[in-house]
């Protein structure tokens, strides 16, 4: 759990570990991290995980755009004792950062969302378990309350085109703790993403990263309907294909045998791939949310003030200032240029949350200093979950946090929630 002083705290620990020749195996800055993440995945879980739009220019503009905000530190003030402690939704929370949701984590490690959830709960921050996750949010919720009961989760919504299934994963939701729900905006279709494409390799088509969709009656009621009404059709047949039914075989609930004979896996494979999101998505099936469900709505996409203005007019409490990481569209606009522009015209009225491009710890406190309430971690823990497990992605996360405990203090602040633009400058 963090506590005061935590920056200081987790350097020692690095250091009482150099005593006894021990280096720490989630390296400490992101260069290094994402060096020997690389080293140990596969080439199709790089490409997914680290991969981005394109040619890779929202990536490189997410990171330039920070460059471009110095922190002005001021001096001479009592700085012993100092605050990472945030309120959201009702929430206490360790530190002002979340573990974001990241789709088919098990590219990175097996049980992916099971060791995240229990590294978030470890560090008492919340995980946003991914709708597109490799293990059930039950399961997830368990295995964090194994840890800390009632450690804080929210659960991330891609809005299916059968309200079904929609209401089916917000009851879930709802049932197993989630403190909000993150509605994903921009992401109503897949962005063209060079690095995945290049290797033919669309984790979903394999099974992987659907267990959401596969632990849900609702679901099931869907492909057992689309099963009545398809016609008879002979796949081709083909070594890759073998390869790809063993792979969803495997990734299906049921037994092996089993699975690689019966039509069902093959059809919740493509009956995900036909309905997990819906193109249509519009303000007016946004308004409809306040329906169904009672949980706090954050909005997880939005780049333009207008929409922010208008989620805020409809009530919604909260939104994730958001290029999913770069992996949608090539040339958008920064997460951080969009902030300045999303917190000023939201004026308080709702809370603000950013994502993409956040990788250190003066990263987050040049967010939260542009307005942020807290800030989303993405690849930073995929890449320490890959390197170590559950207490890689804990590290690296941790890491984080411990460098923004010392950002905070050595530009003379105590409390992250009093943070303000007085403590940067834009460079030109």
Known sequence: MVSVNFGRSRQNEVYTGGIHGRKPIVPTDFAELERRAKAVMSRRGWAYIAGGAGEGRTMAANRAALDRWAIVPRVLRDVSERSLQIELFGQQLAAPVLFAPVGAGALAHP?????????????????????????????????????????????????????????????????????????????????????????????????????????????????????????????????????????????????LRKNLTAPEPRAA????????????????DIASLREKTTLPIVLKGILHPDDARQAVDLGIDGIIVSNHGGRQVDGSISSTDALVDVVDAVGGKAKILADSGFYTGADVFKALALGADAVCIGRPHMYGLALDGADGARDAVANIIAELDLTLGLSGHTDVAELDRTALRKQD
Not at 153 to 161: G, M, V
Not at 172 to 183: H, I
Not at 269 to 284: A, K
Request: proline residues 6%; contains cysteine.
């Open 111 to 255: 049980d992916a969302d099971v060791h995240i959830g229990r590294a978030a709960a470890e560090l008492g921050v919340p995980y946003i378990f991914s709708n597109q996750g490799c293990a059930p949010m039950e399961d997830v919720a368990e295995a964090m309350d194994g840890v800390v009961p009632g450690a804080p989760r929210w659960f991330q919504l891609y809005w299916s085109t059968d309200d079904r299934l929609v209401d089916s994963l917000i009851g879930r939701a709802e049932e197993m703790g989630a403190a909000a729900l993150a509605v994903t905006l921009d992401t109503t279709m897949l962005g063209w993403r060079p690095q995945d494409l290049n290797l033919g390799s669309l984790p979903f088509a394999r099974g992987e990263g659907i267990d959401q969709y596969t632990s849900d009656p609702s679901f099931w009621e869907i492909v057992a309907e689309r099963l009545r009404g398809a016609a008879d059709e002979k796949p081709e047949i083909s070594l890759g294909a073998i390869k790809t039914l063993f792979s969803i075989a495997r990734n299906v609930p049921g037994g």
């Open 269 to 284: 494979v493509q009956t995900f791939l036909d309905i997990y999101s819906r193109p249509s998505l519009n303000w007016g």
